[in-house]
């Protein structure tokens, strides 16, 4: 008794089919126990079968094939639940970076929920799994060693990451045992760590990471250890605000940015994804995040190319553009239009008398109307747009039409000046098969729905001027409850838990959690209740075969017609989020 047995085996997986990007395949592992013939435990272990493999000359390959990484980095919150975030919230973020291009996604700066990575072996999207804290300490090597056995199952992560930055210990001489845990728990990856200063780290990468370097640091580095693979394990800080057209740095804290960044963007990202032998770009980050807002009263940061309630900014539009639009390898997610289009500027009379306007397409001309009035065509070169200087401005409308080499128009985009606010107009942004979501929510209690709410005038025009209007989200009826509101501004000072918010340039997000539980068999739900603290409180363990009531919410603000959406539940676990993750690699 109290015995125990560890053994190794070799399996062959004959005529395996491989994970790769727009094939995630994942096989299911059986292990079981039997005594005397029977089975007397077991479990399920899932896993996917591929080669990867980092060069010094040529980067990253995968399955063979070349593969440059194209992530983002993340700090892992989101507006109102803060770092608790939900799996439909993740699974929203995760299909969030495949839409705008992104194939890999570091996980900064610290191990991730296991479902995070549930979620990116189902999509297709690689990993960069990283430690937090670096040094001599025991206790440091031994979480570095316990991260890598926790996860080390997981097809998605392609790299192990030692620390980050300051983290990695200045001259921290810890690399041997990091390095070493790291192969005995593993050995089938490579290891990194973010940081180019610790000498003796080093040593014992086996990919040498670069956080917010230059092209010229990359090239010299290269030229000095031509046999040592690289990664842009952290680049691109590129900051903007949503919705501003105008930059003003007399507001307080750090200002107000402008929406349009796409210089910076272009030259940090190709500092580095330009490179033929560097393995690929972590971007920093997808989504703005709680921290580093560099001064009241901004409390949110700025670098992502979402804000923190999950509302699109032009930089996501510029990445969707040149990083899936733009791409034609293999290495893309099987998503996206061939050609884009995207005005970042709104037609109001906030730019002043005369602007200038940006659009983002990959299509080699565009040309712009203004009021039906052609303002000229640009020819757009890599990495680049359309640009038109001092255009005058007069209400009305702003059309971009984008044509291929033989002039046929393959994308248009337009924004309008619109006109009085009339009404709040609620959408679900997740679940939604537009967002790769799923359809449903799943009725175990704690799954959520993303809403949005729009500020629009009568013609269904969200207004980038409506900053001032308070949304309000109510549950009329089902089993739900607002878990609080957001409008993504960095200066807003909502508490998380507050059903109410104003807009910020038309957009409020809501929140609303599932309160029943109707997840596994009748019995299974009976014995729950004998041991729920919550006592029905919050979430209501049903112990009936009843089938769950949709939940109905309500978006409302003084003055403006108000409307409602009704959120399906379902009590089929094909509605669950990781088996609509695994059915959702295409949408």
Known sequence: AGAGLFFNATLTVGAAQLWEIANPHLYTLVTMVSVGGAVVDATNTTLGVRSINYTADAGYFMNGEHFKIRGFCDHNNFAVVGMAVPDRVKLFAAQMLRTIGGNGRRM?????????????????????DENRQFGNDPLFVMNMGAMVKRDRNHPSIVIWSYCNENGCGGNATAGAPFRDITYLYDGTRPTLGNNVWNQDLNNYMDVQGFSHVSRQEFVQYHAQYPDKPTFASECCSCESMRGEDVSNSSAGGPGVLEEFNAD???SQTNDSNGLPYLSGTMVWTLFDYYGESHGWPHITSMYGQLDVAGFRKAASHWYETWWLAGVSTPDKPPLGPKYTCHIVEHWTAVGGPSRTIHA????PTVELLVNGASAGNRTVASLKYGEWDSVAYAAGNLEARAYDSAGNTVATCTVVTGGAPVAVVLKVDAPSTVSGTGG?????GQDVALLRAEIQDKDGNVLNTANEQVVTFTVRSGPGRVLGAHNGDQRDHTPNFSPSCVAAHGLVRGVVQVTEYYAGSLSERQQLTEIDVDSGRVTKIITTDAQPLPIVVEASSPGLASSTVTINLSTDPRDSVLQTAERSVRF
Not at 360 to 363: C, D, E, S, V
Not at 440 to 444: E, I, K, M, R, T
Request: glycine content about 4%; charged content about 15%.
């Open 108 to 128: 900064s700066h610290n191990p991730p929920e296991p479902v995070m990575l549930d979620i990116y072996d189902r999509l297709g999207v690689v990993v960069m």
């Open 264 to 266: 910076c963007v272009a």
């Open 360 to 363: 983002y397409t990959n299509a």
């Open 440 to 444: 449903v929510l799943y009725a175990d």
